[in-house]
């Protein structure tokens, strides 16, 4: 729930929430799933009820627009293009007035995650280079052999830092760690999940093809079962929060063309038991992915660095595919990430050609056509700009940083660190209600993510908390919210019940369509 209903700042502002963790919600929870959804369909259709309900989510989300829409009134809304184009100075004016309302948190380190570099002489070289390659297009090859250029230096960096030399010592050069560059996380699995579709379906018939995802997991994977046609089978993670490979063994079936792990998940920060997963899947002869988006240019150095790093790359013979993005950790601009394969064979199920077409032959290999240039031309300049001295320097300071955020959780009464993890560090209380603390912090300044199943909250480290002081603060401030939440037990919080519903209510129908209402409100002038 990051980017949506995290928005903070004014909890005063909203004067509406729902009361739905009153519904009896424990006694639904042990109602099986399926009878659940039949009896959300058959109540959804009783139109008193669907207007009841209707009516308390309309409530609810104007309680939360005016938190969306901050600049309304303030500054011109178009709803249609101005008869005659802006002067240049004034769109930049415009523009100006809502950047210096936005950059303060996140270049304080009050945010979890989302900008994970953000010195600004590394922002103004990163949109130098975007100037110089705006217009780039490695659609157009011929037109800009330095997109294919950084597009293979890229992908090449990163395969290196992630096991390559290894990986491909002695093999033919059609077995070597090949793969993209694509727009983003979500590109990245997205395509890893197809190209395991069709690979599975021209190599091996499989026309019902299944996935194996630990619940952490990414919901990227979701998103590409969804959208291709795939099974996810989702299994539970153990009490350290890995993925339990017992668990996994017994959800693998005749159909399932690939297993999942996250080297670290989003939610808790751990890194999944790869080298069992990996060696499940290479016995079956199935794929195995791991997903490293997240941790694909901290882990490497965390290893180098002394830290106890599992295997989790290419090293391992059973990982065929993984993800990284270069837009977190890489330290490039928004819109890049690296989608690797263990060989070209495997990269070809991801390719795209169209032989018949009037507009002459066409290929494209990852979902877009045209592409952004600049970006990946920013991915590059990022890596070669930063080199492995500058990510071990910053993996050091986030590492060192997430240790000192980590002991001071530890120490405060109420609270406990969810598993063990490296940077993203999730925690909880057996004795709070921590959606309450999070609001507190929210109400300081601080955006943090709630997680659920169970209740907790993580701060994602990035290079901004390694600035002097703010590791400090955020402690300060969480011992005084947890303070704050144990002296008002009566409390109720405007964020916080909604947060403990999206948890706790078994009509899980209901929550997606109130994230469907949500974003119909993003889109509205
Ligand atoms: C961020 C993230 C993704 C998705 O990446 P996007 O760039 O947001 O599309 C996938 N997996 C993990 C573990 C992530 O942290």
Known sequence: MKNDMNAPGHPDDRKNTMDLPELGTSLLNRVPPRLLSTAERYLKSIPLLRNRLAKETDSMLAGLEGDLKPYRGKLPTYDKLPAKGLARQE???EMGQMEEKEEDRWRDGLVSGAVYHGDSEHIDFLNRVYAINSQSNPLHADLWPSATKFEAEVVAMTANMLGAAEANAGRAPEEHICGSVSSGGTESIMLAMKTYRDWAHET???TRPEMVAPSSAHPAFDKAAHYFGIKMVRVPVGEDYRADVKATRKAINRNTIVLIGSAPGFPHGVIDPIEELSELARKRGIGFHTDCCLGGFVLPWARRLGYPVPAFDFRLPGVTSMSADTHKFGYAAKGSSVVLYR???LRSHQYYTATEWPGGIYFSPTFSGSRPGALIASAWAALVSTGEEGYLDATKRILETAATIKRGIRAIPDLHVL?????????????LDIYKVMERMSAKGWSLNGL????AVHLCVTQRHTQPGVAERFLEDLKAAVEHVRANPGEKGTMAPVYGMAGTVPFRGL???LLKKY?????KV
């Open 91 to 93: 769109v930049l004016r």
């Open 204 to 206: 091996k018939g499989i």
């Open 343 to 345: 060989g070209t064979e």
């Open 419 to 431: 598993g063990e993890p490296l940077f993203v560090i999730a925690f909880g209380s057996n004795t």
């Open 452 to 455: 659920h199943k169970p209740a």
């Open 511 to 513: 929550i997606s369509d």
């Open 519 to 523: 974003m119909d409100l993003i889109y």
